[in-house]
């Protein structure tokens, strides 16, 4: 039996294992990953893939089983040997078929709950159209892939998805070798799930909590009472003994070893948990606030800073920010991002734990509350009506305030036909990907003269012999090129590892299965953060090393 | 064919041919499984054998993609080896279900593999693996997953670091689900199954089985009749959601009936605790004499029984007027969240419940939060980088370029990007006690006949003609903490093996004890040998007793250290820098044997300041820090 007929007998159960699906899959699959609106994005999400290879469809696999909502394979190429060979969703007896609809059949067989469709026409072509459904297919996906796509089309669809907006993940392989670069003008990320450490506030209390600190008399509790204290109260008790509290002058260095030693004496027994804990919070915890850097640097954001555009006003992450801003710069909040009323574990009695809980929530409401004041106001500012915004999304970006992340990216345009790579590419030496980098785009070029990719012989009888001649002088040839791109992006002084070079020139620019599955899985890993705004993409290039097992990533 | 021509483009002739004849023994056949399977039978190799004990249930569908719906309850082993083969029609695969524990696996069975790989969700297989491969000599490609974290690595006895010489978390994160739905044996079996069963059944969204008939048959017709009939009992809990009884119904069936259900089956309970009924009217009775606030429970400390029944009562009732006022007529769902208090509170009170009746201690909700919040789904992405690389360690393995192996790392961070970290394989730890041992195989014909004082005897005569055995006169024999035999206890010398219970594939392991510190003098370390039957060609003629290996094995020599990289010269060396360090932090609450790496860039530091750096960036916990030298990195740069 063929994996075809597996697959359809698969197609057969169709609608019980969508139900099977849709019930384990928001639950168990990304479900402790990804938050439900991630979830519910993947579940929106229209993918268009520009090419039908392995790597395409090992992407594809990995977005298809989660249950991204649709997508759409681009491809004229026609299924030969070599595909049945490499790409798992391809059957040997499907040689001549377009390959598109190939993949898309197999695909679409595991998980009935997505719709697939292939598009048989050329990449270049179809980009080369003005017809609007054309125009539309890119501009109107959640996300564009080009796997495998020689640099005019990535130039073209580059172009076109960065007008629209649309994130554009790009990705090949040549042997053992891979490498991936995402293209979007900005992407903003919320539920960043970033491990940004809880914001006590012990050095600057809030009244609530100051009330708290003074109601507590330490003196008065017994030893197994005071072996029950939550730690940060212990810290507050400290720097209100050592009059460091109020203050926005940051401990010195001696000042927190005094904090530590009082601490120590403090406790009833030495070595008492909490007081230990107490002890390690200081260094984390007796500092003045300060706005995490990637926030400041968005409130301060030109986007932000300036009043609010036609394209800005339409934008949630902007108006939001917009919003925190004059949060920021009212009086209620001294200048502090919103709290998000999280504690850490400690060791504490429980009604102890719960009090100091119930006060950091409390103010991590009132925070909220005031946040969505400004909220209302930036869109009434706006002309937009009140649920323009919903109150969870309020709600979630107010609890990530000191999560937020924006990432601003170049285009693959600029990189392969303008001249940003000549500020940025110091970086691909940096972190030693040049060689790889610039072999990559010497395949592209070489086969952009010679018709072929270098190693793979013209004629095509014996396209799968190795011929070690025709290796040597494409390595040569390979190695010329790549230097002068080297030299083109002011990178004089290093010269293309010619190892290296012979080893790409060896590949001819195969495709191996293993390196296109694992390839596959960073590439639908990144198709998930950028469709559903939760985790942070990468914004560089990176390079996978399959022999080294290594990515490398350079931001260009 | 196949991909022999890629291959021999790239590694040469001889490496593709060992691809294609090398005979590689896959254990486990789930996540990693099913994509290592097809990645290697689309990587020409040809010879492939997969053991999986586990059978293919519901929500493994999602990405176990070589499995089906129709595929429930049959053997992940069969049904993955099937699909390769379908695939691969001149494959030669095989499939077996079964415990790789099992004795018929021995050192005997292994040794026919060129290489083992390891696709293993839980830590005591990987364990065995991890011993049975170091006395059977076989290489071992290692896995683990966890969310959007990683990691391989190659071991070689003698050669590499093995699974156990850095302590491993002993949590695991998967359960067979018999344990889950029948014998729970420690708290976090209970609270996956109010978690992941429980809760999502009562709460989550609605599954609608009907469909499932279309592809009934003979053969498992009766599985699917099971399926259904827990799926109707289940869906009439949820009908009675709204009503008063709703906590009664619910109680009822999952710790009166079922409990009923499963004590009639008295072999289950022959090795076992029986688990206790509970009663919903004494334990209603006795909550109303108790001052307990199911609104503010305590979460630190674990609950009574009757607090629990208070607190399950309170929150069945809450979650149920939720979903009532959520919407009318349809029903919504709840989807656990270990921030929602009702959620967590009724999964925490159920969990206890569960571990009143089968005798599990008591976790607190804190502790089930904490548990709850770390059951990190398998996610297909990371399988797919995690297999792709294995393949490529195995290329490496099999055509003896052992030399190129490395540990890899799937990470994420917010913090850093870069997705895949690797690092050259690291030197053995000379104080482990699992692969600082000589592994020897003990050949015994008759195991009813065969004494230990035979094998002491002939231990005694190895020592004196056998120097490079290394054993002196007074030895102690041992199984694992058993202690068998040794100067001042002769009890068991003319018992049988047999009488002794160390069957085919036992270990024990034959230590000196005539040394203070074994492991200071060259090559003392304790034996430890194999116990098998004769070999296969000597069947006709058996011998009584036999050790082999002992003049196999080489003398503990150091890994040569990775030789710069012929074909990529550019190698490792550039990334390195003296002060940069890795610190790998084996976090004892993560992940099951799943390292995670922290960058800390240091000069110098000790182990005490490194820790003080990891807890500043929120790494807590008892953790053991290993030192790598890594690519250098301007990000992340922590400084005191």
């Known amino acids: 039996m063929l994996l075809r007929e597996t697959l359809q007998k698969r197609g057969v159960d169709g609608a019980a294992q969508r139900r099977a699906a849709h019930s384990t899959r928001g639950n168990v699959v990304f479900g402790d990953v990804l938050t439900e609106s991630g979830q519910t994005a993947l579940e929106g999400a229209r993918v268009c893939v520009f090419g039908s290879t392995a790597l395409a469809a090992e992407t594809l696999k990995n977005l298809v089983l989660p249950g991204i909502g649709e997508f759409v394979v681009v491809d004229d190429g026609v299924v030969g040997e070599q595909d049945t060979l490499t790409n798992f969703f391809v059957q040997t007896d499907d040689q001549g078929k377009m390959r598109a609809e190939c993949i898309v059949q197999g695909l679409c067989e595991l998980n009935p709950d997505v719709r697939g469709s292939a598009v048989t026409r050329s990449p270049a072509e179809l980009l080369a159209s003005s017809d609007p459904a054309d125009i539309q297919l890119v501009a109107s996906a959640t996300l564009v892939l080009a796997c495998g796509q020689p640099e005019s089309v990535i130039c073209a669809l580059s172009r076109r998805c960065w007008q629209a907006h649309v994130p554009l993940v790009a990705a090949d392989y040549a042997g053992f070798y891979a490498r991936v670069r995402t293209s979007i003008p900005e992407h903003a990320v919320v539920e960043s799930h970033a491990d940004t450490p809880s914001d006590l506030r012990l050095l600057t209390p809030f009244p609530a909590l100051r009330n708290y600190i003074d109601e507590i008399d330490l003196d008065v509790l017994d030893s197994t009472d005071l072996a029950h204290v939550p730690y940060p109260l212990i810290v507050a008790k400290a720097l209100k003994a050592l009059s460091l509290d109020g203050d926005a002058a940051a401990p010195t260095i001696q000042q927190k070893r005094e904090l530590r030693d009082l601490i120590g004496t403090m406790a009833p ?248 599955s694992m390839t596959g899985g960073i590439v639908s890993q990144e198709a998930i953060k950028l469709i559903t705004h939760q985790y942070v993409p990468e914004n560089s290039l990176c390079i996978v090393d399959g022999v080294k097992a290594k990515s490398y990533v350079a931001k260009i | 064919m196949r991909t022999t021509e890629q291959l021999t483009r790239i590694f040469g002739q001889e490496a593709a041919t060992r691809v294609s004849t090398a005979r590689l023994l896959v254990v486990g056949a789930g996540g990693i499984g099913c994509e290592l399977l097809k990645d290697l039978s689309m990587s020409g190799f040809q010879h492939i054998e997969a053991v999986d004990l586990d059978t293919i249930d519901l929500s493994n569908l999602n990405r176990q993609f070589l499995f089906q719906r129709r595929h429930i309850k049959r053997p992940k082993s069969e049904v993955a080896i099937q699909a390769i083969r379908d695939f691969n029609p001149g494959i030669d695969a095989h499939a077996r279900q079964a415990n790789i524990k099992e004795p018929t696996f021995d050192v005997d069975w292994f040794s026919q593999f060129d290489l083992v790989l390891n696709a293993l969700d839980n830590l005591e297989a990987r364990r065995h693996v991890n011993t049975v491969c170091l006395a059977a000599h076989v290489p071992l490609i290692e896995s683990g997953t966890a969310g959007y974290l990683g990691q391989v690595t190659v071991i070689k006895g003698g050669e590499t670091e093995c699974f156990e010489c850095h302590p491993k978390p002993v949590e695991r994160k998967t359960f067979p689900i018999c344990t889950i739905r029948s014998t729970p044996s420690a708290p976090i079996h209970c609270i996956v199954w109010a978690k992941n069963y429980l809760f999502a059944q009562l709460f989550g969204e609605r599954q609608d089985d009907e469909d499932m008939t279309a592809e009934e048959d003979a053969e498992n017709m009766e599985e699917l009749k099971q399926l259904r009939e827990e799926s109707t009992a289940l869906a009439k809990l949820a009908e009675a959601m709204g009503s008063p009884e709703f906590a009664r119904v619910v109680f009822e069936k999952v710790f009166s009936s079922d409990i009923a259900r499963l004590l009639s089956m008295a072999d289950m309970w022959k090795h076992r605790q029986p688990p206790t009924q509970l009663d919903y009217d004494e334990l209603e009775s006795a909550a109303l004499d108790s001052d307990f606030d199911p609104m503010s429970p ?207 594939g036992r270990m024990i392991t034959v230590a000196r004890e005539d040394l203070d510190d074994v492991e200071s003098v060259a090559g003392t370390v304790p034996v430890v040998l194999s116990i098998a039957g004769p070999r296969v060609e000597d069947a006709s003629q058996p011998l009584d007793l036999d050790i082999e290996g002992f003049e196999l094995i080489p003398e503990f020599a150091p890994l040569p250290p990775p030789t710069p990289d012929e074909a990529v010269p550019n190698g490792d060396q550039l990334h390195f820098a003296d002060d940069d360090v890795a610190v790998v932090v084996d976090d004892s609450d993560g992940d099951e044997g799943l390292a995670t790496l922290h960058h800390v860039k240091v000069d110098n530091i ?26 250098t990195d301007d990000e992340a740069t922590i400084s005191e």
Request: proline residues 3%; contains cysteine.
């Open chain 2, 606 to 631: 000790s182990d005490e300041l490194a820790k003080r750096k990891l807890s500043d960036i929120g790494v807590r916990g008892e953790s053991s820090i290993k030192r790598r030298a890594v690519a």
């Open chain 1, 269 to 516: 027994v030495p070595g008492e948990e909490n007081f230990v804990q107490a002890v390690d919070a200081v260094t984390q915890h007796c500092k003045p606030y300060s706005t995490p850097d990637a926030v400041d640097e968005i409130l301060n954001d030109p986007a932000a800073v300036a009043p609010l555009t036609d394209d800005t006003k339409v934008d949630h992450f902007w108006l939001l920010v917009s919003a925190l801003r004059a949060y920021m710069l009212s009086d209620y909040s001294l200048g502090m991002l919103p709290l998000n009323g999280s504690i850490p574990d400690m060791k504490a009695d429980t009604k102890g734990y719960i009090a100091l809980q119930r006060i950091y929530k409390q103010k991590a409401a009132e925070d909220a509350a005031q946040f969505a004041t400004h909220v209302a106001r930036e869109l009434t500012d706006a002309g937009l009506p009140a649920d323009f915004i919903s109150s969870d999304e309020v709600a979630v970006f107010c609890r990530n305030a000191s999560n937020l992340r924006l990432l601003r990216f170049t285009s693959l345009h600029d990189e392969i036909e303008g001249d940003s790579l000549c500020a940025t590419a110091e970086n691909l030496v940096v972190a030693d990907v040049a060689s790889h980098y610039a072999l990559f785009r010497a395949s592209a070029r070489f086969e952009a003269v010679h018709g072929r990719y270098p190693g793979v012989s013209a004629s095509p009888n014996d396209a799968e012999m190795l011929d070690d001649e025709l290796v040597a002088s494409d390595t040569v040839k390979l190695i010329g090129i790549a230097n002068s791109l080297l030299a083109e992006w002011g990178l004089e002084s290093t010269t293309v590892d010619e190892n290296l070079a012979m080893e790409f020139a060896r590949s001819g620019h195969c495709e191996l299965h293993n390196i296109s």
């Open chain 2, 298 to 504: 305590g979460t630190h400390s674990a609950m009574s029984l009757t607090d629990a029944f208070a607190l399950f009562k309170y929150t069945a009732a809450r979650l149920a007027q939720r979903l009532d006022s959520d919407e009318q007529g349809t029903r919504g769902s709840i989807s656990f969240d270990k921030d929602d208090e009702d959620a967590l509170n009724f999964v925490a009170a159920t969990a206890s419940l569960r571990s009143y009746v089968f005798g599990i201690d008591q976790t607190s909700i804190f502790e089930t939060k904490a548990m709850a919040g770390n059951i990190i789904p398998a996610i297909a992405t990371t399988n797919a980088v995690v297999a792709g690389m294995m393949v490529t360690q195995a290329i490496m393995v099999v055509s003896e370029q052992m030399s190129r192996c490395h540990t890899a790392y799937v990470s994420y961070n917010s913090k850093r990007s870069r997705s895949v970290l690797s690092e050259p394989l690291a030197l053995p730890n000379p104080v482990c006690a699992v692969c600082r041992r000589r592994y020897l195989t003990l050949r015994v014909a008759d195991l009813s006949r065969t004494t230990l004082g035979d094998v002491v005897d002939y231990l005694h005569m190895l020592a004196e003609t056998e120097n490079n055995l290394y054993l002196g006169e007074d030895i102690s024999v041992v199984e694992g903490s058993r202690i068998l035999y040794d100067l001042d206890f002769e009890d068991n010398m003319e018992k049988s093996m047999e009488e002794l219970g160390l069957w085919r």
